[in-house]
């Protein structure tokens, strides 16, 4: 029996197990990955001062502090179902069943694919899969390839990959179908370009998005975009061409790409063969969120945070007794933000079990403005209106908890 059973060792959970045995708590972190560190494995940028992110150096800071700690880490452990009793939680796993008073779930977020005829061939996969492969496993995943799908998390991954080596074709949209409404609407795609501009190595491109703000503007930005595409790092970023099938008998070989109008409308007779051996497949995040369901967490949709959110207040607290949650599950932010959520989490849950509360009040206030400034401070944001959806978020748990 623990005091805090915690799902998840990426940025979030070895945050919150940290702050939790701080204060002495009994802790256990799973993961069902191999290694601890979650997301952060595979992270590495340029900051806008210069400043090099290495995900996989943050992470060994982490699990440093939790291995000083005397935290217990296991990893390739699979939770499948988790039951509310009178003491706590029981959580059922590949390894067995563990209990605990409190329990954390920080499961981060899944990639939501973007289908393509043709999409099941070997070379084929999700642009967080390469990130993995390439800055974890350190396998190089082709020689030549394509990126579909432009949002704020492909264009990272992408220059990622080129600091590996990686010869990437270029950067293109999905075809336009029901199923790719929001990724290969190439206004839509431009409103999320506008919040990574200023990463681009081009001051043109910088001071140019200034202008671009509103969406009269940004219409006509699309409409006049250049047929060969905006260059980032040497790389063209297309958003008036679209991928409309990945080509191969036996593994990936080439992929048809059209011309496509400023409604993302393919234009007849403008197909192109390009050779590539690789494509890598962006849709997006949403938060993975299905073991709060199995409890019985109510959930909010909330555009601004990627999707449907487990309801949680400022302390990462949610209306079920116990039951807490940080990182991307609560919506979808960068690894500053979840590691953050994740020591507000810990001394929240801390604050549950400890006699002296005292400290631990102004350690969780402190707690509270440091997730505020990471997020007010943040490189990169993955949707509009992060502090509107937070808002939102928490008079949704006000109103649950006074009816």
């Known amino acids: 029996m623990y005091?805090?059973?915690?799902?998840?060792?990426?940025?979030?959970g070895l945050s919150a197990a940290i702050a939790c045995r701080e204060w002495n708590l009994s802790v256990l972190v799973i993961d069902e990955f191999p290694k601890p560190g979650g997301r952060l494995l595979g992270q590495l940028h340029e900051e806008p001062d210069g400043?090099?992110?290495?995900?996989?150096?943050?992470?060994?800071?982490?699990?440093?502090?939790?291995?000083?700690?005397?935290?217990?880490?296991?990893?390739?452990?699979?939770?499948?179902?988790?039951?509310?009793?009178?003491?706590?939680?029981s959580v059922y796993t590949n390894e067995g069943l563990f209990e605990a008073d409190n329990l954390l779930i920080a499961t981060g977020a899944a990639e939501t694919p973007a289908p393509i005829p043709g999409w099941t061939?070997?070379?084929?996969?999700?642009?967080?899969?390469?990130?993995?492969?390439t800055n974890v496993h350190r396998v190089r995943v082709g020689n030549k390839g394509i990126v579909v799908g432009v949002n704020v998390l492909s264009v990272a991954i992408a220059r990622e990959m080129q600091l590996a080596g990686i010869d990437l074709q270029c950067m293109a949209l999905p075809a336009l179908n029901p199923a790719t409404a929001d990724y290969g609407n190439p206004v839509n795609v431009m409103e999320g370009l506008l919040r990574i501009a200023h990463?681009?190595?081009?001051?043109?491109?910088?001071?140019?998005?200034?202008?671009?703000?509103?969406?009269?503007?940004?219409?006509?930005?699309?409409?006049?975009?250049?047929?060969?595409?905006?260059?980032?790092?040497?790389?063209?970023?297309?958003l008036r061409k679209a991928v409309?099938?990945?080509?191969?008998?036996?593994?990936?070989?080439?992929?048809?790409?059209?011309?496509?109008?400023?409604?993302?409308e393919i234009?007849?007779?403008?197909?192109?063969?390009?050779?590539?051996?690789?494509?890598?497949?962006?849709?997006?995040l949403y938060p993975l969120a299905e073991l709060?369901?199995?409890?019985?967490?109510?959930?909010?949709?909330?555009?601004?945070?990627?999707?449907?959110?487990?309801?949680h207040n400022e302390q990462m607290e949610t209306p079920v007794e116990g039951l807490f949650v940080a990182g991307n599950i609560t919506g979808i932010e960068s690894g500053k933000v979840a590691r953050a959520q994740g020591t507000l989490a810990g001394l929240s849950i801390a604050?549950?079990?400890?006699?002296?509360?005292?400290?631990?009040?102004?350690?969780?206030?402190?707690?509270?403005m440091n997730v505020k400034s990471n997020r007010e401070n943040a490189t990169i944001q993955f949707h509009p209106g992060i502090e509107k959806g937070r808002n939102q978020m928490e008079e949704t748990f006000y109103n649950i908890l006074h009816g």
């Open 199 to 238: 990463l681009a190595p081009s001051a043109a491109i910088r001071f140019g998005s200034r202008f671009l703000k509103g969406d009269g503007a940004k219409d006509l930005a699309v409409k006049f975009f250049p047929k060969s595409g905006v260059k980032m790092w040497g790389m063209p970023i297309h």
């Open 267 to 284: 234009i007849p007779g403008s197909e192109k063969t390009v050779e590539v051996d690789f494509v890598c497949i962006a849709g997006g």
């Open 51 to 89: 400043k090099w992110w290495n995900g996989i150096e943050e992470a060994k800071i982490l699990l440093e502090k939790a291995k000083k700690l005397n935290t217990d880490i296991r990893c390739s452990i699979s939770a499948h179902h988790i039951e509310k009793n009178d003491h706590g939680f």
């Open 351 to 368: 604050k549950r079990e400890v006699e002296t509360k005292g400290q631990l009040e102004n350690q969780i206030q402190k707690a509270k």
């Open 292 to 311: 709060a369901a199995v409890i019985g967490c109510p959930f909010q949709y909330i555009e601004e945070l990627g999707g449907h959110i487990p309801v």
């Open 121 to 133: 061939l070997p070379g084929v996969m999700s642009i967080g899969a390469a990130q993995v492969m």
């Open 3 to 12: 005091d805090v059973l915690i799902i998840g060792a990426g940025p979030a």
């Open 244 to 264: 409309t099938r990945i080509n191969g008998k036996n593994q990936v070989e080439s992929v048809t790409i059209c011309d496509t109008t400023a409604k993302g």
